[in-house]
Nanobody, 116 residues
Framework: VQLQASGGGLVQAGGSLRLSCAAS????????MGWYRQVPGKQRELVAT???????NYDDSVKGRFTISRDNAKNTSYLQMNTLQPDDTAVYYC???????????WGQGTQVTVSS
């Protein structure tokens, strides 16, 4: 499975962006889909995840500002990012964790830059 992330860009503080992550083929509806981000010199960190049943989990830093969702029919996840702040600047990676296996899939990353 290949994941294609898109939607990143440059935005002013307070603005919004919507990231999308499309899988190249059908993935298990039981898979957990998520978004992570990474800045140079730091480890990749969790932003948000969503289960097939719609249960979501967010890092405290994005709660109330970001919304993760998925469209199982389109094998796509989304990350709506509102009220963006300079600290949100990072490369954002989408992720798919199939159930019952140890491997996972990563997208290629999309740059999000928030100017102050």
């Amino acid at each position: 499975v290949q994941l294609q992330a898109s939607g990143g860009g440059l935005v002013q503080a307070g603005g919004s962006l919507r990231l999308s992550c499309a899988a190249s083929r059908t993935i298990s509806v039981s898979a957990v889909m998520g978004w992570y981000r990474q800045v140079p010199g730091k480890q990749r960190e969790l932003v948000a995840t969503v289960t097939s049943g719609g249960r979501t989990n967010y890092d405290d830093s994005v709660k109330g500002r970001f919304t993760i969702s998925r469209d199982n029919a389109k094998n796509t996840s989304y990350l709506q990012m509102n009220t963006l702040q300079p600290d949100d600047t990072a490369v954002y990676y989408c992720n798919v964790k199939p159930p019952g296996v140890r491997y996972e899939y990563w997208g290629q990353g999309t740059q999000v830059t928030v100017s102050s």
